[in-house]
């Protein structure tokens, strides 16, 4: 059965950075045509789009948020990691890892629950 699974710091303060590692069960995250992505919604907001780590290991994101974000693996672990640098307040939400497949039918069709991520003084 899949799920994914977020974990990482609750508080964090302005311009620190903050890590958030995704635990998937179910699939290796190598698998082909899936991409392991990262979304956040921030209170009373859309969801935005942060990026992903392709199953070859490439990654593609935000323009908006390229030049303070990264994303990387651990295929031993089965986990990929949301690297956020220089955070703001602008960056509390609740970040979700979700697994898009490109194979046909719901393309976002796996959520993790959900990880609250708090940027206050």
């Known amino acids: 059965q899949m799920q994914l699974q977020e974990s990482g710091p609750g508080l964090v303060k302005p311009s620190q950075i903050f890590s958030l590692t995704c635990t998937v069960s179910?699939?290796?995250?190598?698998?082909?045509?899936?991409?392991w992505t990262w979304i956040r919604q921030p209170p009373g907001k859309g969801l935005e789009w942060i990026g992903y780590?392709?199953?070859?290991?490439?990654?593609y994101y935000n323009p908006s948020l390229k030049s303070r974000t990264s994303i990387s693996r651990d295929t031993s672990k089965n986990q990929f990691t949301l690297q956020v640098n220089s955070v703001t307040p602008e960056d509390t939400a609740k970040y979700y890892c979700?697994?898009?497949?490109?194979?046909?039918?719901?393309?976002?069709?796996?959520w993790g629950q959900g990880t609250q991520v708090t940027v206050s003084s």
């Open positions: 979700v697994r898009d497949n490109r194979l046909g039918g719901t393309r976002y069709d796996y």
């Open positions: 780590i392709h199953y070859d290991g490439s990654t």
């Open positions: 179910g699939e290796p995250i190598t698998t082909n045509y899936h991409y």
